[in-house]
């Protein structure tokens, strides 16, 4: 045997070996910075679904409120109808994976002052006053649920009244 032959071969096999060891390396990595990834790629998640739910819960407000402030026939709009065209809004749009609907409680939906005690021409609503819609809604965290607790989505309209036309 040609010396230079043993000794490329002994080269060959120790490197051989070095690959086989190394290949074990790379799934201990990948199985330490996966569960990181992980939880990184889910709260970017989370987070865009709470910023997009509190963009829903501010347009619902606000769509309440402009169809609040309108007229049907010389006669303002009653709670019912608002509170009705707010959940409407927010089923149509929000993101809740079936978890919880608003309106289940009354705290839910706050309309001030409320339509339905003075339904009247312009006795108590003349052009200056105000109707305000908030809509409140607890987010449950869907991946983080068991690390955070429930938040508080609140968004506050508040629109001018349109003076009813004399009849």
Avoid: W
């Avoid at 987070?47 to 309440?64: C, D, H, M, P």
């Avoid at 649920?145 to 009849?167: C, H, Q, R, W, Y």
Wanted: aromatic share 8%; with cysteine; glycine share 8%.
């Amino acid at each position: 045997m040609n010396i230079s032959k043993i000794f490329i071969r002994h080269g060959r096999c120790h490197q051989k070996r070095n690959m086989d060891s190394q290949r074990g390396v790379a799934m201990v990595e990948f199985a330490i910075v996966l569960p990181l990834l992980l939880i990184l790629m889910f709260g970017l998640i989370e987070f865009g679904l709470v910023l997009y739910n509190k963009q829903v819960i501010t347009n619902a407000s606000r769509e309440g409120a402009r169809y609040g402030i309108s007229s049907e026939d010389g006669i303002r709009i009653s709670e019912n109808k608002i509170r009705n065209i707010i959940i409407d809004y927010v089923d149509t749009h929000m993101i809740t994976f079936g978890t919880d609907e608003i309106g289940d409680e009354l705290g839910d939906i706050i309309i001030t002052p409320n339509p339905q005690t003075e339904t009247t021409k312009n006795n108590y609503y003349d052009t200056y006053k105000n109707l305000i819609c908030t809509v409140n809604y607890e987010y449950g965290f869907i991946a983080a649920g068991l690390l955070l607790s429930d938040i508080n989505l609140s968004a506050t309209t508040v629109m001018k009244f349109e003076k009813i036309p004399e009849s």
